[in-house]
T-cell receptor, first 113, second 116 residues
Framework: NAGVTQTPKFQVLKTGQSMTLQCAQD?????MYWYRQDPGMGLRLIYY???????DKGEVPNGYNVSRLNKREFSLRLESAAPSQTSVYFC????????????FGPGTRLTVT | AQKVTQAQTEISVVEKEDVTLDCVYE???????LFWYKQPPSGELVFLIR??????QNEISGRYSWNFQKSTSSFNFTITASQVVDSAVYFC?????????????FGKGTMLLVSP
């Protein structure tokens, strides 16, 4: 099992460019999450998908969109990147929403210039 | 208001010292889960422990121990005889029944530096 995988690992964008961060899990988990991590801020939830076919906003959803493509895949899209979106992005999944531990991907380091 | 507070931003200790990382949480729910995660310098997030609100027994796993006290809304983490490999950022997190356990709320983390 690969667990949770994320692509790409690193990305540099110019302001206004768009991109999609990909996340996939092979553990048959129902719930998936996107977080951003900034220095001194901990992990902040951007969006989550409690189950296939549903998505909900987290604490910091502005400037992002998500797609739960199927049970395995949950993508995060930046339509028009801004320097404030420079961050490390983590995808996570859990078999039992909230009650179980979340399994995290390795992260994507995104820089917007 | 922060739901999970880790007041210690950074702690520095010398190897073999004991160290306690504090976590104070806030919730109106009677049913909830608390977690600790470790983020070593390599960047990945590693699950350490989960505790539900009905289980106040302290837990020990090797050099790690956790003290859960509902009376003070705290879930503190102690590393005994610290080692350089313990150097990492440690996060405490909360999941509440009121939100359907849908999400985890993380504290801002405590960076632990263990020097030889």
């Amino acid at each position: 099992n690969a667990g949770v995988t994320q692509t790409p690992k690193f990305q540099v964008l110019k302001t206004g460019q768009s991109m999609t961060l990909q996340c996939a899990q092979d553990m048959n988990h129902n719930s998936m999450y996107w977080y951003r991590q900034d220095p001194g801020m901990g992990l902040r939830l951007i969006y989550y998908s409690a189950s296939e076919g549903t998505t909900d906003k987290g604490e910091v959803p502005n400037g992002y969109n998500v797609s739960r493509l199927n049970k395995r895949e949950f993508s995060l899209r930046l339509e028009s990147a801004a320097p404030s979106q420079t961050s490390v992005y983590f995808c996570a999944s859990t078999p039992r929403r909230g009650q179980g531990e979340q399994y995290f991907g390795p992260g994507t380091r995104l820089t917007v210039t | 208001a922060q739901k999970v507070t880790q007041a210690q931003t950074e702690i520095s200790v010398v190897e073999k010292e004991d160290v306690t990382l504090d976590c104070v949480y806030e919730t109106r729910d009677t049913t909830y889960y608390l977690f600790w995660y470790k983020q070593p310098p390599s960047g990945e997030l590693v699950f350490l422990i989960r505790r539900n609100s009905f289980d106040e027994q302290n837990e020990i796993s090797g050099r790690y121990s956790w003290n859960f006290q509902k009376s003070t809304s705290s879930f503190n983490f102690t590393i005994t005889a610290s080692q350089v490999v313990d150097s990492a950022v440690y996060f405490c997190a909360l999941s509440e029944a009121g939100s359907g356990y849908s999400t985890l709320t993380f504290g801002k983390g405590t960076m632990l530096l263990v020097s030889p």
